[in-house]
């Protein structure tokens, strides 16, 4: 079965570049989250959309920005990267439906690293 | 944490024995769910429980939750080597929001 793709992988920048990593999906998943863990540390969320609008705000710097597009894949837009930002970035997706599981499947990561 | 503690933050047992996980929330829920995840790997759910059910079985796991307590319970029943991971406790708050507790380190001892 078809899981949620993160891309790169792996990703390695200078402080005060710009990284973008993309997300696609489960297909026919309506809702997709972005979340930042740091080593040892649990997963925060940073946001997520439904049906491409921005459905909650998490712990996200003002210096990251997010979108989902028409296709449903959505992006992660880190800008003026900090040492800090490096962590493990995960993107989940969902179907929700009010009522049933609110599971989330989760992609396998991007790391970031900071230099 | 965004959400809350869970106890232990490691545990080290032996294959076969039981091995049992607290969390708890600051928070009205929708649900409770518990991941698991390998180092460095992503998440993958295991089990939910809804805010109004006390009790929830997956095979080898059981679930409680207690709303008045904000807390929950993950019990691994006759661990396997393989069960070695990090676990964690996330609520699904009323909107759409899952937010995920600190995480314990489990160590099954074969």
């Known amino acids: 079965a078809a899981g949620v793709i993160q891309s790169p992988r792996h990703l390695i920048k200078e402080k005060r570049e710009t990284a973008t990593l993309k997300c696609y999906p489960i297909?026919?998943?309506?809702?997709v989250y972005w979340y930042q863990q740091g080593p040892g540390q649990d997963p925060q969320f940073l946001i997520s959309?439904?049906?491409?609008?921005?459905?909650d705000k998490g712990s996200i710097p003002d210096r990251f920005s997010a979108q989902q597009f028409s296709d449903y894949h959505s992006e992660l837009n880190m800008s003026s990267l900090e040492l800090g930002d490096s962590a493990l970035y995960f993107c989940a997706s969902s179907f929700l439906i009010v009522g049933l599981s609110g599971e989330l499947f989760f992609g396998e990561g991007s790391r970031l690293t900071v230099l | 944490s965004q959400q809350g503690e869970e106890d232990p933050q490691a545990l080290s047992i032996q294959e076969g024995e039981n091995a049992t996980m607290n969390c708890s929330y600051k928070?009205?829920?929708?649900?409770l769910q518990w991941y698991r995840q390998n180092s460095g790997r992503g998440l993958v759910h295991l089990i939910l429980?809804?805010?109004?059910?006390r009790e929830k079985h997956s095979g080898r796991l059981r679930v409680t939750l207690d709303t008045s307590k904000k807390s929950s319970s993950l019990l691994i029943t006759a661990s396997r080597a393989a069960d070695t991971a990090s676990y964690f406790c996330a609520t699904m708050e009323y909107g759409n929001k899952l937010v995920f507790g600190a995480g314990t380190i489990l160590r099954v001892k074969s």
């Open positions: 928070t009205s829920i929708n649900n």
């Open positions: 959309f439904y049906e491409k609008m921005q459905s």
């Open positions: 429980i809804r805010s109004n059910e």
């Open positions: 297909p026919r998943h309506d809702t």
